[in-house]
């Protein structure tokens, strides 16, 4: 019964911004520590950024530190990335997960261009 989905990517121009969103269900939401992940061409899966369950901490990877701030509304089962300043180097399918539990969303394209 779990479900992740996420939502919101496009394409972007250098400098640009983007919100994603990850709409869950099936679970309590609530309890769990969220993450971001994304994969770009040829690389591996790159972790990006959480957030503990209430929203008090969040930690972010260092390619991302500055750029992007992560979110969540626990009364609508949604977490958030909101991507500024966009790079090319940004572009990569960006998925949601539930930390702990191992299960990921669908993916959201994110394109930057050059």
């Known amino acids: 019964q779990v479900q992740l989905v996420e939502s919101g990517g496009g394409l972007a121009q250098p400098g640009g911004s983007l919100r994603l969103s990850c709409a869950a269900s099936g679970f309590t939401f609530s309890s769990y520590a969220m993450s971001w992940a994304r994969q770009a061409p040829g690389k591996g899966l790159e972790w990006v950024s959480a957030?503990?369950?209430?929203?008090?901490?969040?930690a972010y990877a260092d390619s991302v530190k500055g750029r992007f701030t992560i979110s969540r509304d626990n009364a609508k089962n949604t977490v958030y990335l909101q991507m500024n300043s966009l790079k090319p180097e940004d572009t990569a399918v960006y998925y949601c997960s539930i930390d702990g539990l191992g299960y990921w969303g669908q993916g959201t394209q994110v394109t930057v261009s050059s």
């Open positions: 957030i503990y369950s209430d929203g008090s901490e969040t």
